[in-house]
């Protein structure tokens, strides 16, 4: 199998795993009646700008998501993410999904962080002040610098490192440290690409059923 087609695969596998749900406790609860409870969610203002969560998005408790951030319909952040809109803003659309660990930042006034709908960002992500087109997915690991624009539904393998104003153009697989475009993704590359996002909507559903 050619070389590309193995980091493709090996990129998608690594994204297919769920993260598991854990119980904190308050010291106080604790030594009282060793009762679990679970954490208050961290959404908080920053100089009076509050963040905007659809209803229907799901934020898992120990998630922060600080001051102009606007989160749409059916999207997820999970664990341990951080969302932090205190010096620019953040847009993320619909059926967007931010896992585990990753953070999402920007640059004091000159680039925001904007991802699209039905984009995954997988595990350990870093995304600072750059903007990822509809239907992307972003591999673990990844670091997506100032002014990188990510053509819809490109796969950025996982560990790669995109320097600032990068160009990816849509449809793209990229990969390296730093990221070049390798290919072009075939249709049914592209197709692939869906069933990420789909999953974590089906994963958000059981979680808001526990």
């Not at 989160?71 to 659309?93: C, H, K, L, P, T």
């Not at 070049?180 to 197709?191: H, Y």
Request: hydrophobic letters at 40%; aromatic letters at 8%; charged letters at 20%.
């Amino acid at each position: 199998m050619h070389t590309s087609r193995l980091s493709i695969n090996a990129a998608l596998l690594a994204l297919s795993g769920a993260s598991c749900y854990r119980f904190r406790f308050h010291p106080r609860e604790l030594k009282s009646s060793s009762v679990f409870t679970r954490p208050t969610v961290m959404i908080r203002p920053f100089r009076g700008k509050h963040p905007q969560v659809s209803p229907t998005a799901f934020i898992e408790e120990s998630a922060q998501i600080i001051g102009d951030v606007h989160i749409g319909e059916q999207s997820s952040v999970w664990f341990n993410a951080v969302v932090r809109g205190d010096v620019f803003y953040v847009r993320i659309g619909d059926r967007t999904n931010i896992q585990d660990g990753t953070v999402i930042h920007v640059s004091t006034d000159t680039h925001a962080t904007i991802l699209e709908d039905e984009v995954t960002v997988g595990h350990n992500v870093t995304l600072h002040g750059c903007y990822i087109e509809r239907g992307s997915l972003v591999g673990i690991g990844s670091v997506v610098m100032d002014g990188v624009r990510v053509g819809a539904q490109s796969l950025i393998a996982a560990g790669s490192l995109l320097s600032p104003g990068t160009k990816i153009p849509p449809r793209s697989l990229v990969m390296g440290q730093p990221a070049r475009v390798k290919r072009p993704l075939t249709n049914e590359e592209v197709s692939g690409l869906s069933r990420f996002w789909q999953n974590y909507i089906e994963l958000t559903r059981i979680y808001k059923e526990e």
